[in-house]
Nanobody, 123 residues
Framework: VQLVESGGGSVQAGGSLRLSCAVSGYIGNRYCMGWFRQAPGKERERVATVSSGGTTSYADSVKGRFTISKDNAKNTLYLEMNSLKPENTAMYYC???????????????????WGQGTQVTVS
């Protein structure tokens, strides 16, 4: 599985960006995908996740401003980011993992596949 992010860039506070993550290879019949970010000097944090069934979760700091979605036909994961703030500046990573069983929470699992990241800078 390969994940390739795109869509990052520099934007002014209050602006918008849409990140894309192109997926190649087969993740699994049941899977979690997510967006994570890491700012300089800080730990990586979860931004948003989506399951193969469409269940989404968001970090409290982005609820109402960011939207995660996936286009299965295009094998692409998206993150729509609105009302961006300077504190949203970070490297954003796409990630995925397959799972079996029931009761899996995509916000809690350990992700296996990672992209190389795309930089988002908000000034």
């Amino acid at each position: 599985v390969q994940l390739v992010e795109s869509g990052g860039g520099s934007v002014q506070a209050g602006g918008s960006l849409r990140l894309s993550c192109a997926v190649s290879g087969y993740i699994g019949n049941r899977y979690c995908m997510g967006w994570f970010r890491q700012a300089p000097g800080k730990e990586r944090e979860r931004v948003a996740t989506v399951s193969s069934g469409g269940t989404t979760s968001y970090a409290d700091s982005v609820k109402g401003r960011f939207t995660i979605s996936k286009d299965n036909a295009k094998n692409t994961l998206y993150l729509e980011m609105n009302s961006l703030k300077p504190e949203n500046t970070a490297m954003y990573y796409c990630s995925a993992v397959s799972f079996s069983g029931v009761g899996i929470l995509c916000r809690s699992v350990t992700y296996k596949y990672w992209g190389q990241g795309t930089q988002v800078t908000v000034s």
